[in-house]
Structures are given as structure tokens and as C-alpha cells.
């Protein structure tokens, strides 16, 4: 019976390596499939200001929207399904709920809807729906997946009547939803947001320079460092934690990884938000052009964080929360062009792709 | 998954150690608490039941739950402690003020009784001493059957290590008997520095010996689904409610009580498994989650039927999973 207090909850480590001079590198798919990124930090070492393009970059990076209480048969209204919706140009994540606890509610931007649902709610809704994969005894979370795009979901049709029949006047579903800024413009959303309470907010962006950091020997070739030791490095550094482990400090004993050196500065720049593929792709291309530059040090890396609370993980998958959520993917980015990927998700998740 | 519920936070006369108390409890991430009034009756002296002070007077207005966008919904419980059968008497018309009934039975004569018999949601697992008692397989399987759950409380744990050691001792002796299932896990707290938050008595469930799912089930859909049959335990078999409605006309319309005995109540977590999977969302007006809470936090006792809503009591209409 206490066998089990050895062992923590599953975790799930996908490490992967490659280059991005190589043709057959899955790395842009990989990025495309997390549709809802929370947070992108990124530590660049021997650099003591964001290089400007960096920050261009981030500066331009599209608001998002908050929009207070709305009501998810919205979603599915006909002009905002022929607007927004059809052309795939948004996302959207119910804001506010836990996903072990409330309802909640994701938007991708290929079309799909997708409703995680507790018991009572699933069972008033009355629209088909599977249980969550990771139910234990008993059922009490489902998932109701569904495609807008699909022709028998087009308005007017069975499916789409009895789906907005149901969050209409059966289960009235209302949470906070963020929503995102559609490229060319928030026209298309302007007949939803005016008719309810919304604010528009621009992602988080912050700059902290660090001095006299000890960090890992990383080269390009294999297993230089163990991926464990290594994000756990990373995240203590993102973190603000002290990895000195000095024996006057009760706070933290995590070290870093051997073999190690000891920088003179390092730059740890995080932006916060509901942030697309895009933007994730267009910061690891301008971090390749600051590596490309010849003074620089060796490597630089890029984590991207889920939302704990989302439904949906890696290519629409379901993601829960049974002590954490966490799903997120950590790129360290070589001089050379190569790169060592590694994807992690936690107990209530599949495995990343 | 449910919605982390603390099924046990003592009363105190102070108004403000019951907001504070309260306040933690949202703060938390609590969307359920349910304040325990805890009975006592001796041999010497004969003390009346309490009466539950109103919400409203406990706490007002009704803080937000963290990390979500509702108030925290406020139950009330009634915990007798039984050192004689006579100290329980069943259907007495003092316990319908209370949303809960717990029972704690000192003797395993009792214990046994409170398994099979007594109508009550909770049994609690004392942690203040040594069990005089064990665990018997087959009163613990007829306690599962019918709903009933164990409750064990850990706060007499942080208070004190002798009691840490019988609290442990105690729960992993009834999670071999009942083998994790209807088990909850709550605090009795007095203090809000006696509360921890639920992915924390997630992880002291481990030390009582339930696996990981189930102490996480120990804290959300386990007490879900007490309050459920605590629900149904003012109704018949849950199918059919009566509320008082503006106009005296309406009134009484559900069958007589003793229509629960046909073993309706079933095994919890469906609880309205009975075939009629809609009705007991439609007693809280046309499936709105907030439904029920919103009656509750209007100042009333915490007894549903005194929502005074109008509407007729008998809501079997329209079990939605039907397919059109």
C-alpha cells in the first residue's frame, strides 16, 4: 500500500534533435500542434540588453481580447462562424475555469470546438460526447468534440440546431473567454464583442539581466547534458531561483548540472499572454539570426509553456489536470543550426508528438 | 472531476473566526464548505439539538471561490456524536434545518447500526484516539452500497503528533476494509491556519493509503456526491421534490417518505442511476449550474425546498438523453 508514496505522478519527456538545415525537421509542425502557449521565455547567455529585432518582435506580437461572461452559444453564431471561424484565422480559451473542476471551453483555429464538461453539465447539454480518457472509477468529465467546419455542423443543419439548442436554453453555459486578435484586423469580431463586457490586453513582456550565472557545458553534440538536470536548470533560472545551494540557505538546493562554467551575464526575457504558433515561430527565427551573429556564445533557448487549464494539449488531444497540468517544450538553439528539443506533459496527458 | 468541497469546518460562535474561516476556505480554492455543528449528548445532561445560524449571518456577502468566478456555496451539517443508540433519532424534525447528518459511533454496536441502518450521509472516523474498535468487512460494504461515506479529519493532525499517529493509524485501517471507496477527506478546522488547500490533502491521502486518483476523488466527487444523497434524503428517492411555492395551492405533491425503503437511493456516485438521469438537474430549474447555490446564498437555512421558487415539485419531465 505505500508503494506508491515512492513514486511521483507520471511524467512524459519527449527529447528530440535535429537541425534546421535538415529538410525533414518536425520542428514547425511540433510548434503548429500547441495551439494556446501561456508564457515564451527565452535566456539568451554573454547578453546584457534585448538585441532590437528581438524586441521588435516582441512589441508586435497581436492583443488579445477578454471578453466577460460570454455566453458559448455565441461561438457558434452565424456570422461569426463565417467571419472568424471558417477562414481560421482565430483562437479562443474559456479563462477563469479549472479544468479539473468547471466546465471549460477551447476554440482552435482549424475549426474544432472543444467542450470539457463535468457530469451534470455533460448530461443536461444532451449532445454526444465521449468520456475523458482519464476518467478513474466512475465517469465524471466528458469531452464534447465538435468540427464547425464540418458540413453537417453548417447552420441550420441537425447538429449545429441541437448543439446551439443546448447551450442555449438547456445548459447556458457562460465563462470568460479570451479570444485572439484575428491577423487583418478585429472587424470580423466587432459584432461579437460589442454586444458584451470586453477589454483588449497586450502580452506581458519581461526583461531580467542576470550576472554571474553558473550554467551547463552545452555543446551540440550528443548527451552533453541530461534533459532532466537540464530543464530543471532552466526553470530554476526562469524561475529566479538561486542554484548556488549554499549551506546558509534552506530555500533551494537545486544546482546546476555538471560540467559547468560561470557566465558573466545572461538575458531572461518572458512574455506573457494567449500566444499563437506564429508568434512562437517568428521569436525562434530571430533568435537563430542573433545566434548567427559570431560573438555570441554557443546557445541560447526558448521554453513555451501551455495553459495548465486548457482541454486541449498538443494537436487538439486532451490534456487534464490531476496534480499539474504543465505541458510545455523547452528548444536550445545551437551556433551551428542544430537544435535539442524536448516536449514534457504531465500525468492527465497524452504523449507530445 | 467535481469541485474540491472541505465537508467539515466547525462552528464557532464568533462571527468573525467563521468569515475568516470561510474566507480561507475560498481562498483556497474551496467551492463547497459545509459548517459542522457537532452534538454531544451524555448521560448526565441532555442538551437540545442546535439550530443552524443562517448564512447570511455567518458570512455576507459570500467571497469568490480562487481561480474560478463564483461564490463559495455554504452548507450546514449536524455531526452526533453517539455514545448510545438513543442518542440518534431517526426522522427527528430538528435534523431537517441541516443540508448534512454525520454520525460518529463510539462502540462497534453502533458503528455497525450506522452502516446498515441509520439514515445518514457521513460516518466519521474518530482521530482523537485509539479505535476501539476494527473495521468489519461486511458493515463497511453495506455502508458503500447504500451511499454512506467515511469521513476522516485531518486537522487534529496538525494540531497535535499523538494525534497525527492515531489519525494515520486509524484511516489506514479503514481504507484496508473499505478499499479507498466512499472515503472523504476533510478538516475540522476551527482556525483558518488549520485548513490546507485540496491538492495538499490530495497528497496526505496518499499517507492514508488511497491511490491517486482516489484521494483526489476523496476531496471532489466522493463529497459531490454526499450532497447529493443528503439531497435526496429530504426528497423521495430524489425523483420527487416538493418546495413551497408563493401560492399555498401547490403543496405537498410527492410521495410519502417511505417509498425510499424500495432501495432507490443505490450506490453512489449515481445516486440517480434509477433510470431518471435528467430529474435531478431539472429540480434545479432547467439545468443552470448556479441554480442551486443561488437559492442557497438568498439567506435561506440552506434547505432547498425553501427556495420558493413556484414552481410544481414533481420535475421528471424531459431526461435529455434521450436522443431526438
Known amino acids: ?353 | 472531476m467535481a469541485v474540491f468541497m472541505d465537508l467539515n469546518v466547525g462552528f464557532s460562535a464568533e462571527r468573525s473566526r467563521m468569515t475568516s474561516l470561510i474566507e480561507t476556505a475560498a481562498h483556497l480554492g474551496f467551492s463547497t464548505v459545509a459548517v459542522n455543528y457537532v452534538f454531544e449528548p451524555t448521560a448526565q445532561k441532555k442538551p437540545e439539538i442546535p439550530t443552524p445560524t443562517p448564512i447570511r449571518e455567518l458570512i455576507d456577502p459570500l467571497p469568490v471561490v480562487q481561480g474560478r468566478s463564483r461564490p463559495i456555496r455554504v452548507l450546514n451539517r449536524l455531526t452526533v456524536v453517539m455514545s448510545d443508540s438513543s442518542h440518534f433519532r431517526p426522522n427527528a424534525a430538528e435534523y431537517r434545518g441541516f443540508d448534512l447528518l454525520a454520525v460518529q459511533p463510539t462502540t462497534e454496536k453502533l458503528f455497525h447500526a450506522a452502516c446498515m441502518l441509520y439514515d445518514v450521509d457521513i460516518i466519521c472516523i474518530s482521530v482523537t484516539e485509539k479505535l476501539p474498535f476494527f473495521f468489519k468487512r461486511a458493515p463497511v460494504n453495506g455502508a458503500v452500497d447504500r451511499g454512506v461515506v467515511f469521513e476522516v479529519s485531518y486537522s487534529a493532525a496538525i494540531r497535535d503528533s499523538t494525534r497525527r499517529r492515531y489519525t494515520i493509524a486509524n484511516a489506514v485501517s479503514l481504507m484496508e476494509s473499505c478499499k479507498g471507496k466512499n472515503v472523504i477527506l476533510s478538516s475540522a478546522a476551527e482556525k483558518p491556519l488549520e485548513l490546507r488547500g485540496p491538492y495538499d490533502i490530495t497528497n496526505l491521502g496518499l499517507l492514508f493509503g488511497l491511490s491517486e486518483a482516489g484521494t483526489k476523488e476523496a476531496v471532489s466527487s466522493t463529497c459531490r456526491s454526499v450532497v447529493l444523497h443528503a439531497e435526496t434524503r429530504k426528497s423521495a428517492s430524489g425523483i420527487v421534490y416538493t418546495m413551497k411555492s408563493c401560492s399555498e395551492s401547490s403543496g405537498q405533491q410527492g410521495a410519502p417518505p417511505d417509498c425510499r425503503s424500495s432501495g432507490q437511493q443505490g450506490a453512489l456516485p449515481d445516486c440517480r442511476s434509477s433510470g431518471q438521469q435528467g430529474a435531478l438537474p431539472d429540480c434545479r430549474s432547467s439545468g443552470q449550474q448556479g441554480a442551486l447555490p443561488d437559492c442557497r446564498s438568498s439567506g435561506q437555512q440552506g434547505a432547498p425546498p425553501d427556495s420558493g421558487e413556484g414552481a410544481p415539485a414533481a420535475k421528471r419531465a424531459k431526461p435529455h438523453l434521450t436522443s431526438d
Not at chain 1, 472587424?187 to 539581466?209: C, F, N, V
Open chain 1, 1 to 353: 500500500m505505500f508503494g506508491g508514496l515512492e513514486r511521483t505522478p507520471r511524467t512524459l519527456l519527449v527529447c528530440d534533435r535535429s537541425s534546421f538545415l535538415d529538410e525533414k525537421n518536425r520542428l514547425s509542425s511540433q510548434v503548429e500542434q500547441l495551439h494556446f502557449n501561456y508564457k515564451v521565455s527565452m535566456l539568451l547567455p554573454e547578453c546584457s540588453s534585448a538585441p532590437s529585432h528581438l524586441e521588435a518582435v516582441l512589441n508586435s506580437i497581436d492583443s488579445f481580447y477578454l471578453i466577460r461572461k460570454l455566453p458559448i452559444h455565441e461561438l457558434l453564431d452565424k456570422h461569426f462562424l463565417e467571419t472568424a471561424v471558417h477562414q481560421g484565422r482565430v483562437s479562443g480559451l474559456s479563462y477563469g475555469t479549472r479544468i479539473d473542476e468547471d466546465n471549460c471551453v477551447a476554440l482552435m483555429p482549424n475549426g474544432h470546438l472543444s467542450l470539457s464538461l463535468d457530469k451534470d453539465s455533460f448530461e443536461v447539454l444532451g449532445v454526444e460526447g465521449k468520456p475523458s480518457r482519464f476518467n478513474q472509477r466512475s465517469n465524471s468529465r466528458f469531452v464534447v468534440s465538435v468540427d464547425l467546419t464540418d458540413s453537417a455542423m453548417a447552420p441550420g443543419g441537425r447538429g449545429y440546431q441541437r448543439l446551439v439548442t443546448g447551450l442555449r436554453s438547456r445548459l447556458q453555459l457562460k465563462t470568460d473567454f479570451l479570444l485572439s486578435h484575428p491577423p487583418g484586423g478585429g472587424a470580423s469580431l466587432q459584432a461579437l464583442l460589442s454586444r458584451y463586457d470586453w477589454s483588449e490586453h497586450r502580452p506581458e513582456i519581461r526583461s531580467h539581466a542576470l550576472k554571474d550565472l553558473s550554467c551547463p557545458l552545452l555543446t551540440s553534440d550528443l548527451q552533453s547534458c541530461d534533459p532532466h538536470r537540464l530543464l530543471e536548470w532552466l526553470g530554476a533560472v526562469d524561475a529566479h531561483v538561486s542554484c548556488e545551494n549554499s549551506s546558509s540557505s534552506f530555500l533551494s538546493s537545486l544546482v546546476c548540472p555538471e560540467p559547468k562554467t560561470r557566465m558573466s551575464r545572461a538575458l531572461s526575457v518572458s512574455v506573457c499572454g494567449l500566444l499563437r504558433p506564429q508568434d512562437v515561430h517568428r521569436l525562434i527565427q530571430q533568435i537563430r539570426c542573433y545566434l548567427d551573429q559570431p560573438l555570441v556564445e554557443n546557445w541560447a533557448s526558448l521554453t513555451v509553456h501551455g495553459f495548465v487549464d486548457s482541454p486541449v494539449s498538443w494537436g487538439g488531444e486532451e490534456h487534464g489536470v490531476l496534480k499539474g497540468g504543465d505541458h510545455f517544450y523547452s528548444l536550445l538553439m545551437f551556433h551551428d543550426h542544430t537544435y535539442q528539443l524536448h516536449l514534457a506533459a504531465g500525468a492527465h496527458d497524452t504523449c507530445p508528438p
